[in-house]
């Protein structure tokens, strides 16, 4: 892609996130839910770093609150010093639904948001060749997303939160419905898109496996209500090839921390 195409829908910024204070309570008429508590966390520009916990200890609720679509309860969330107040274009974000538009073509569903923007149809054009060529879907620009696999519809997810050229990309579990293979697939083909447009990501998942292989740090939270137990740096080669699975600061980082989670669902 061209540094005029890039100029022309790059979000100026470098995409660090300060979480400080985050509290969320749900409330209804008689009851409330305290689902997140004093939640402290800072990203830097450019760091790949994953949440991991058991099921309703409110990961998904920092993911919402970061994107703008959640408010909390206290605390803040700040992105490059700027307060978050709601949704924007410096962050997108990828669900474990594909989301995707079923009556456009792939094409058409990456180019979707830069359209909104005005950019022309011949940058568009760019935009759309450059990560169509990196998400290998070159040849399946023409079909509408029934015609696609779940891992093909995904990388078409991803491609098109790309495309806005975000600061932050946020996953909520982007591969928790796709089959082993594709799965592991995905994960490779996600650090090549990271390690070439160079985002802030901030991963969702249950997966030990799959955060240890993707992250430069995890978060373990715990809940009643959610908290952050404690951080994990990941000091594996930057180079993540299947065979590091085999690594033994992989197999002992996996033995820590599945023993921190089994011992807080107990």
Not at 68 to 79: H, Q, Y
Not at 184 to 208: G, P, R, S, Y
Not at 218 to 246: D, K, N, Q, S
């Amino acid at each position: 892609m061209s540094e005029a195409v890039l100029q022309a829908v790059k979000v100026t910024g470098s995409g660090s996130i300060s979480i400080q204070g985050l509290g969320k309570t749900f409330k209804a008429k008689k009851t409330e839910f305290r689902a997140l508590a004093n939640i402290n966390l800072e990203i830097g520009a450019n760091e790949f770093v994953t949440i991991v916990g058991p099921s309703g200890c409110g990961k998904s609720t920092i993911l919402r609150i970061v994107a703008g679509l959640e408010e909390s309860s206290e605390g803040e969330v700040r992105l490059d010093g700027e307060l978050v107040v709601g949704p924007g274009a410096d962050r997108g974000m990828v669900f474990q639904g594909y989301t995707l538009f079923p009556w456009l073509s792939v094409r058409q569903n990456i180019e979707y948001g830069p359209k909104l923007k005005g950019i022309s149809i011949l940058d568009r054009r760019r935009i759309s060749n450059h990560y169509l060529r990196i998400t290998r879907l070159e040849r399946f620009a023409n079909h509408i997303p029934k015609q696609l696999s779940g891992g093909m519809k995904q990388r078409v997810a991803i491609a098109r939160a790309m495309a806005n050229e975000p600061k932050v990309l946020l996953m909520d579990e982007p591969f928790g419905a796709l089959d082993a293979q594709t799965k592991l697939e995905m994960q490779e083909a996600l650090l090549e898109m990271w390690d070439t447009e160079k985002t802030t990501v901030l991963f969702i998942t249950h997966d030990i496996d799959e955060a240890i292989f993707l992250s430069q740090r995890i978060v373990v939270m715990g809940a009643g209500p959610g908290r952050i137990l404690r951080e994990f740096p990941v000091t594996l080669p930057a180079e993540r090839t299947p065979e590091v699975r085999e690594h033994p600061e992989f197999l002992k980082l996996r033995r820590e921390l599945a023993a921190l989670l089994k011992h807080k669902e107990e």
